[in-house]
């Protein structure tokens, strides 16, 4: 089945510093979903990805959908003590299962 | 107003018990959710139902059953709970099934 593996696990910066988390799928995707979850809190959706190669950006965020439609990535500028939480990758492909990923925590040091 | 509520928000129960989660959403939306996160914090697909219809149905044991009466609620009935089965629980919904998905708070479920 449909595979979709995030990395890093946890990630610790200090203020101001960028960040990154990387998500691969096992099979093309037909889109994927970003979603942010705060400590004691319910993922939040941030963005939808469906074309290959797709670039969004929020301010300073920044969400990357490969060419091949099997990787993508979340790039955080300056990071900010409000981005704390984690971060997960939702990935469907055709018959529009979502697989999350396991998530990346941010954890972010004043 | 909330989008997508659950209730209770936490429960704690002994093995054995049977006990049932239940969902709403006001969004008029046709898809709807119930997904495990466990303490590692990875969400795992439970079921999905799209107008009344089961689309999904992961490898989740039969103790677990969903229940729709309608398109705007979506309950979770667990039999004979066990250790395992200690979670946080999330009911979600969307418009279509490729489209964004709203959470629910979220129900945490402990089982003594």
């Known amino acids: 089945g449909q595979q979709v593996m995030q990395i890093p696990q946890y990630q610790h910066v200090q203020e101001g510093e960028d960040f990154t988390t990387y998500c691969n799928s096992s099979t093309t995707l037909s889109n994927i979903q970003w979603y942010k979850q705060r400590p004691g809190g319910h993922p939040v959706f941030l963005i939808q990805l469906v074309k290959s190669g797709e670039v969004k950006k929020q301010k300073r965020l920044t969400f990357q959908f490969g060419e091949a439609k099997k990787n993508s990535s979340l790039h955080i500028t300056a990071t900010q003590t409000t981005d704390v939480g984690t971060y997960f990758c939702?990935?469907?492909?055709?018959?529009?299962?979502?697989?999350f990923g396991r998530g990346t925590s941010l954890i972010v040091h004043p | 107003d909330t989008a997508v509520s659950q209730t209770p928000k936490y429960l704690v129960t002994q093995m054995g018990n049977d006990k049932s989660i239940k969902c709403e959403q006001n969004?008029?939306?046709?898809?709807m959710y119930w997904y495990k996160q466990d303490s590692k914090k990875f969400l795992k697909i439970m079921f999905s139902y799209n107008n009344k219809e089961l689309i999904i149905n992961e490898t989740v044991p039969n103790r677990f059953s969903p229940k729709s009466p309608d398109k705007a609620h979506l309950n979770l009935h667990i039999n004979s709970l066990e250790l395992g089965d200690s979670a946080v629980y999330f009911c979600?919904?969307?418009?279509?099934?490729?489209?964004?998905?709203?959470f629910g708070p979220g129900t945490r479920l402990t089982v003594l």
């Open positions: 939702a990935g469907q492909g055709g018959s529009y299962i979502p697989t």
């Open positions: 979600a919904s969307s418009l279509l099934d490729n489209d964004e998905q709203f």
């Open positions: 969004l008029g939306h046709d898809t």
